[in-house]
């Protein structure tokens, strides 16, 4: 294990690429699927196209048939790290929300991993990281109907003792904690975030420090029960009519089985990215966003120093 570094922490994905489905396209969709619309957001300098966790989604698309999968279209980048964060947040609200006009009888799941994992939480959270330069609303309460499972893999932003937060650690901060967790427990039932005991991103301040290979080992040990999560939504979304209970659930109280109780913490070690509709390009908010970049990047050149 290595020391864990401040903010300026590493965000590049560093894991071996998989190849389970056939990449995805990151043009909006012209048609309505029957099943489950996937969008992904993939991870750090990650090639354009869902990333790794393809391996998820075409999981799902296998299980639901009629399902559809689409990458969102943003940078991923490392050294402008934040702008592509609010690009990639702006991008897959307007991909929601176009898709939802499109077809407004829609379910759809959101799929993030490390860098697209933020994504996906500051769109249905907002972003509220205090150590981000940009802050954003949560997304219109009108897509609770149509948005059934959110998967998240390494995020970031991962506030510690969240109902919705799995994995073998549950009770530490992430990199870029969340501030404003109200904003995401309306989709509790709706979302799991996982994280592994001494990743760099999710876990930085593991007491043991981190442990640079844990970012990697999601897909191995998550993705049949990330499958069988949305599965389960997708289940439940055709059994009942999607109202707001007074737990923030569009499902009844106990409407989830198995895979929706959270999981006691475990006590092993580890085996392990605004709802604007165009890319955020505003000079100030650009100007916040390569500065922080300039720090990321120096601090990664301390690590490897």
Not at 139 to 144: F, G, V
């Amino acid at each position: 294990m290595v020391s864990a570094l401040p903010v300026a922490g590493l965000l590049v994905a560093a894991v071996a690429a998989q190849t389970v489905t056939p990449d995805a396209p990151i043009t909006a969709p012209t048609s309505c699927a029957s099943g489950v619309q996937i969008f992904v957001a993939r991870g750090s300098t990650e090639a354009p196209g869902m990333g790794k966790i393809r391996t998820v989604a075409g999981n799902v698309t296998a299980a639901i048939p009629g399902s559809a999968i689409t990458a969102v279209d943003y940078p991923a980048s490392f050294d402008d790290y934040a702008e592509s964060v609010m690009n990639g947040t702006a991008n897959l609200g307007k991909l929601v929300k176009d898709y939802v006009k499109l077809c407004p009888d829609s379910k759809i799941a959101l799929l993030g991993y490390s860098q697209g994992a933020q994504a996906v939480a500051d769109l249905i959270c907002g972003a509220s990281s205090e150590l981000m330069p940009v802050k954003s609303a949560d997304l219109d309460d009108i897509y609770d109907k149509n948005i059934i499972a959110m998967i998240l893999f390494g995020d970031p932003t991962r506030a510690a003792n969240q109902t919705f937060n799995y994995g073998t650690v549950t009770d530490r901060d992430g990199l870029f904690p969340r501030l404003k967790n109200d904003a995401c427990e309306p989709y509790s039932p709706r979302l799991r975030s996982w994280c592994d005991v001494a990743d760099r991103y999710c876990d930085p301040s593991a007491p043991g420090g981190i442990d640079t290979t844990v970012h990697g080992t999601y897909f191995n040990k998550y993705t049949q029960v990330a499958k069988d999560f949305v599965v389960e939504q997708w289940n439940l979304s055709q059994k009942y009519l999607p109202t707001r209970s007074s737990s923030g659930s569009v499902y009844p109280t106990g409407a989830t089985g198995t895979n929706g109780t959270r999981p006691l913490q475990s006590s092993s070690a580890p085996v392990p990215t605004s709802t604007s509709t165009t890319p955020v390009t505003a000079g100030a908010s650009k100007t916040g966003a390569a500065a922080f970049g300039a720090v990321v990047m120096a601090g990664v050149a301390a690590f490897l120093a």
